[in-house]
């Protein structure tokens, strides 16, 4: 059965604090992974991974993917308040399969 | 920047009725896309749509679901007669195209209510 599976699911950390966000998943055809944050409403796209140990940055955030291992990780450098949100990984294959999310909060 | 829209923001309706979720996809894009999400709970596929056919379809999507883009801009969700489990938030998504280097973007959803 294709799963992806997101931990931790909660995590809460203060200010400047740098998290990883974990993001597994067995799917046949794998496509891509994306990456989406999720605050109030929609998903909001962040990064797409399609190639092995490449990694990709914006700004504070970055991801990266390993296909042999089947995982990726999402890092937040010096969070702030604002990144408080719910990261969603999804796996894209014939449809598009989510996690059930990390929800981050940071305090101030 | 290009939007996906979503309308209404918000329906509620008595179990039994009809409800049509609407939205309009960024205007370039082929693909189209359902979702929806449970209060609380994860994001789940419902269903794909190229070419005016649908290409994928979950489990969720069933006889009482169907789909439609009636013309150049709307994308329809129609679900014939509601439950009280329909309730959820429906997002929209459209992508430019196939392939790896394409994400699909999403639009702010609509509540449905079922009461």
């Known amino acids: 059965e294709d799963k992806v599976v997101q931990s931790p699911l909660s995590l809460v950390v203060h200010e400047g604090d740098t998290v990883t966000l974990n993001c597994s998943y067995e799917?046949?055809?794998?496509?891509?992974l994306l990456w989406y944050k999720q605050e109030k409403k929609a998903p909001t796209f962040l990064f797409m991974l399609?190639?092995?140990?490449i990694e990709k940055k914006s700004g504070r955030l970055s991801s990266i993917l390993d296909k042999k291992e089947l995982f990726s990780i999402l890092n937040i450098t010096a969070t702030q308040t604002g990144d408080s949100a719910v990261y969603l990984c999804?796996?894209?294959?014939?449809?598009?399969?989510f996690g059930a999310g990390t929800r981050l909060t940071v305090k101030p | 920047e290009p939007e996906v829209t979503q309308t209404p923001s918000h329906q509620v309706t008595q179990m039994g009725q009809e409800v049509i979720l609407r939205c309009v996809p960024i205007?370039?894009?082929?693909?189209f896309y359902w979702y929806r999400q449970i209060l609380g709970q994860k994001v789940e596929f419902l269903v794909s749509?190229?070419?005016?056919?649908?290409?994928?379809k979950s489990e969720i999507f069933d006889d009482q679901f169907s789909v439609e883009r009636p013309d150049g801009s709307n994308f329809t969700l129609k679900i014939r007669s509601t439950k009280l489990e329909d309730s959820a938030m429906y997002f929209c998504?459209?992508?430019?195209?196939?392939?790896?280097?394409?994400?699909?973007?999403f639009g702010p959803g609509t509540r449905l209510t079922v009461t």
């Open positions: 999804a796996v894209a294959f014939y449809d598009m399969r």
């Open positions: 998504a459209s992508k430019l195209g196939t392939g790896f280097n394409y994400e699909q973007y």
């Open positions: 399609t190639s092995s140990g």
């Open positions: 205007s370039n894009h082929l693909y």
């Open positions: 799917v046949t055809n794998f496509r891509s």
């Open positions: 749509f190229y070419n005016n056919e649908i290409s994928e």
